[in-house]
């Protein structure tokens, strides 16, 4: 997987590394980096050995431009092509005097366009204590939190890809397939014959040791440490 941050994922990368245990993950992340600017590192950086890309920018983005997340949001899904992709909502405090609401919208509305992960930093990061004093950037439980989220919605695309890479939605109680029976007939039983996406093949990989290695990043978000220092957004 490929991942284009700024410096939210210069903090958090770790963490994600750590909690996707043996999947290959290459992290390109730069401080103050707007989703323009992604777009660009994207197109240089992404080769057909990754099968995700995991693209959440849009906090170093001018609030009051969502048309500008919306057009970077656009062209990394075109980069992207068949590829799962991850984003994230943003959680900032208002940049002269506009909030981030109308760039969430635009996340929200992308990923129900496109079936796009989405990973609620929003969310996430109301919480006391996992952001530091300028509202931006993460304390070390926030860290480890994002990269555990992340690692969350990486899984989405692993366990929940559907046609062409793109997550559908899972039915949480499925059932089995339903044989007609005919009298006078014996019916065999259905074949399932397993799935030849490679997605899904890397989830039969690492569903076992992602969901542990989750529950280790979990539990890294509950202790204290340093915060790193990563300049401003």
């Not at 401080?31 to 323009?36: D, E, F, L, T």
């Not at 509202?135 to 062409?164: D, F, I, K, N």
């Not at 997550?167 to 014959?193: H, S, T």
Request: with cysteine.
């Amino acid at each position: 997987m490929l991942v284009i941050g700024d410096s939210l994922e210069v903090g958090s990368g770790r963490y994600l590394r750590a909690a996707l245990g043996d999947i290959p993950v290459d992290i390109d992340a730069e401080r103050g980096r707007s989703s323009g600017q992604g777009v660009r590192v994207l197109a240089a950086r992404l080769g057909p050995e990754h099968g995700v890309v995991v693209f959440p920018l849009g906090t170093n983005d001018s609030p009051s431009n969502p048309d500008g997340l919306s057009a970077g949001l656009a062209a990394a899904a075109q980069l992207a092509g068949d590829r799962c992709l991850v984003v994230a909502t943003i959680a900032r405090p208002r940049l002269r005097g506009v909030s981030v609401a109308g760039m969430n919208r635009v996340v929200e509305s992308f990923a129900g366009q496109t079936g796009a992960q989405v990973m609620d930093w929003r969310s996430a990061a109301s919480t006391p204590g996992l952001l530091g004093r300028d509202g931006v950037h993460a304390t070390s439980q926030g860290y480890a939190l994002r990269g555990s989220l992340l690692a969350e919605a990486v899984q989405g695309c692993l366990l929940g890809a559907g046609p062409g890479g793109i997550p559908a939605p899972r039915d949480p109680n499925p059932r089995p397939p339903r044989v007609e029976r005919r009298p006078g007939r014996v019916e065999a039983a259905p074949v399932l014959l397993p799935s030849l996406d490679p997605l899904a093949a890397l989830a039969e990989r690492f569903a076992a040791p992602l969901s542990a290695a989750l529950r280790n990043a979990a539990t890294a978000a509950t202790k204290a440490g340093p915060e790193p220092v990563l300049g401003g957004p």
